[in-house]
């Protein structure tokens, strides 16, 4: 593989720097994110907030530049995922093999990681399962199937199974807690505030404000694949976040 691209000081002062971003739905778009911080995107569908998410996980063509902790990123999301870049959505048919088992759903992660040890120690693999299932009190059993899981459960294991490879880690998070009940949107809100105070950097993007008003330390929103606003704490509130988008809706016209 290419030689990883250094960067200026400049650029590396936050961890995630991504610079005139362009793929499908994605207009040059530019944004920031630092060690510890919950950046949040906001907007309606098609707004190119999933497509400029997988494009940095490398999971889509694209042009323009992603640097993570002063490199850029690999090509392809293996790689990325080895870098401690890790996409998770809401869809949880695509996040979760169904039929496979807690632990086998858990360890996929470390396969990625390790792509030389493709067939690790069952005795490793057990232990690393338990340990997540017990750290991020997951209500089930590593030897249970997925799929007997509550939504919200399982939509925990896919993000407990993230942020199970410590920091460094870049996680984005595409409309995470979809279908997830009250509890569980809570539960998932609490790991994600968890780990950026543990030096993540967590982008996620929600097409519910309110949402985002929780734990979010600074919100962009976005329209068109480009950045159409931006919000700080406190500022970050739901009529806030509607009126940048109804301000851009009206001034288009």
Do not use: M
């Not at 399962?129 to 997951?138: G, K, P």
């Not at 896919?158 to 995470?176: F, H």
């Not at 330390?217 to 694949?225: A, C, H, K, S």
């Amino acid at each position: 593989s290419a030689a990883a691209t250094q960067i200026s000081p400049a650029a590396a002062d936050r961890d995630l720097h991504v610079e005139q971003l362009l793929c499908d739905g994605v207009d040059r778009l530019s944004f920031n994110a630092a060690s510890g911080e919950c950046l949040g995107l906001y907007g309606p569908p098609g707004c190119g907030a999933t497509e400029a998410l997988r494009a940095i996980a490398g999971l889509g063509r694209h042009g323009g530049r992603i640097v993570w902790r002063g490199e850029s990123l690999p090509g392809t999301s293996a790689a990325r995922v080895a870098r401690h870049v890790v996409y998770c959505n809401g869809d949880r048919a695509r996040n979760l093999i169904l039929p496979w088992t807690v632990g086998r759903n858990i360890d996929l992660l470390y396969l990625f990681r390790h792509p030389l040890l493709a067939i690790p120690s069952r005795r490793a693999a057990r232990d690393r399962a338990h340990a997540v299932v017990a750290a991020f009190a997951i209500k089930g059993s590593p030897e249970e199937p997925i799929r007997n899981l509550s939504g919200g459960n399982q939509q925990r294991v896919a993000v407990a199974r993230a942020l199970s490879l410590g920091t460094p880690l870049l996680l984005l998070g595409d409309d995470l807690t979809r279908g997830v009940d009250i509890v569980g949107r809570g539960h998932i809100h609490a790991l994600l505030r968890s780990a950026s105070q543990r030096g993540a950097t967590v982008v996620i993007y929600s097409t519910d404000p309110e949402e985002l008003t929780q734990i979010c330390d600074r919100v962009l929103v976005l329209q068109e694949g480009r950045v159409v606003g931006e919000l700080g704490r406190p500022g970050i509130t739901v009529p806030a976040l509607e009126g940048a988008i109804q301000r851009r809706r009206h001034a288009v016209r």
